[in-house]
């Protein structure tokens, strides 16, 4: 459950004078990818059905990737790319210690596109989730744009984020789609058992709980999660930021927090204090927390435990 607290977004010259006091990460590059599905079911794009098409994906793209862009301004970060629609490959999502269980291409560590060549990602597309059950593992998925290049990515056929064997750098994942962190799938063992190894740099995935809504409303609280991350509070604040509290029944947002580390007390610490240019050193990815606000009723999602 996430302690809720408030936060000021700073904006104008006083953001360029708190960002050249801030201290460095340890890390020589700080490099951030972001990827807007927008489009589906046009040719060579993924998905048969063009309703699943929403305009927005990009624009919250674009706004998570301005922070890093002012960033990159005062040379406090190295690079930012964006990957758009048909350019969202598959294989972007994909290690190459999995290809052979997926079937597929792998080339995560790209240069200037591969997530695993990136510290921090950003992704907005559509997801969904399965359980498992005793003969089957729990995982989450997500929709890519080029239809050829693996449409489908899933948290335990595809992604292996951290990877010191190839090099990978992949620190924080923040993924704007539906069921993209499910509850069940954590408890169930997905997520760190998956898209981690022991000796991974990857730290944190912050995602969905159940369905999320979508809208320029999301494209406001993205930016706004992003400027206010920098230095801290790159868990919980997007907690605050995306989660809802629907009038309606089973529809409210969910957002989770998955950080992964050796001790319960790092993982606090890089959920409250850790940001982009602070990225906390939570030792080896033995143990995962979930952070979330109890009582958050989604769709297609239980309501979550606790409180």
Known sequence: MSNRRSFHVLAGVPVLGCLLAM?????????????????FGHTGECEDDTSLSHSVHTSTAAAFASTFNLLRMVSLWDEVSTRNNTSARGSY?????????CACSANDMASGSG?????????????????????TPAYSGLVMGNGSYDCRVLTNENMLFGNPGTGGDLEIAVVKACQSGDYDVWKNGGYRQQITTSDSTMTMWNAFHGDSSCGNHVKDYVGDYSISSISNGV???WIDEAYDDSQFSNDDDCPVSIVFGASFASRELMYEYGGW??????????????????????SNGRVLPGG
């Open 23 to 39: 201290p460095s990460s340890a890390r020589a590059q700080h490099e951030t990818h972001v990827y807007g599905v927008a489009n």
């Open 115 to 135: 997530a695993d060549e990136a510290d921090v990602v950003f992704i907005h597309t559509h997801g969904w989730h399965d359980a498992g059950s005793s003969s």
């Open 235 to 237: 868990g919980e604040n």
């Open 93 to 101: 999502w994909t290690d190459s210690s999995q290809a052979a269980s």
């Open 277 to 298: 240019r602070d990225r906390k050193n939570t030792g080896l990815k033995t143990g995962s927390t979930i952070y979330y606000i109890a009582g958050c009723d989604p």
